[in-house]
């Protein structure tokens, strides 16, 4: 499975908390793009493609919402409930979205512009592409 959870350094003092995300150091590519994801309605769930080539990084930053990945021979479920954990996927790895907590931020880092070609939207396809 295309996947690795990543642990990033908590920063702060009796002030509170910060963590610092730098592409291409505890950022492991150059960051080209950030999104976040926010007021996912309860009972929804997203995403429903893979990526061709595409990087990225899931962060709840607030909030929990859960994720399902499958790679074509494998799934695999992963809770983002903490804001120093970030869920990196890669390429083709099927990615579904749910359980979205009412305060949830889920926080993208994407190594690439957006590009509507890079992503498989139909599961049959995903199904023969990585085949
Ligand atoms: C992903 C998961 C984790 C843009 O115009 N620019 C962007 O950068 C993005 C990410 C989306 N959009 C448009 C495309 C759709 O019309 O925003 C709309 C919602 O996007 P989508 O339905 O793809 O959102 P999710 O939550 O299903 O998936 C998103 C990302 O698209 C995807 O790359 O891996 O979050």
Redesign the pocket.
Known sequence: MNENLIDFQILGDERGSLISLEGTKNVPFDIK?V?Y?FGTKMGVR????A?KN?Q?I?IAVNGSCKVHLNDGSQTREVILSKPNKGLQ?NGLVW?E?YDFTDDCV?L?L?NNY?D?DD?IRDYEKFVEAVK
């Open positions: 793009r999104y994801i997203r995403g429903f493609h990526h595409l990225q899931l996927i990615r979205m889920l993208v994407a957006y509507e992503y």
